[in-house]
């Protein structure tokens, strides 16, 4: 059984832009790099998170286990 197709009623403008994005998809992503960008150019702010020493073995542990 042949599927249909939809076809355009319109042509499509050269230029024009048919798909609109939320705002949140550009926001996102700009506060994004900014936040990656100024720790980039002030590394003094970027501390290591103290993880739990459980987890710390766990990835030990699995560590050993792939270098074997």
Avoid: C, K, Y
Avoid at 2 to 25: D, F, M, N
Avoid at 28 to 57: E, K, Q, R, S, Y
């Amino acid at each position: 059984m042949p599927a249909l197709t939809h076809t355009r009623h319109h042509p499509a403008t050269p230029g024009s832009v048919g798909i609109r994005l939320p705002w949140w998809a550009l926001a996102l992503p700009a506060l994004a790099f900014v936040a990656l960008l100024t720790l980039i150019l002030n590394p003094a702010d970027a501390h290591a998170a103290t993880g739990d020493p459980a987890v710390t073995h766990l990835f030990e542990r699995v560590q050993q286990l792939v270098t074997r």
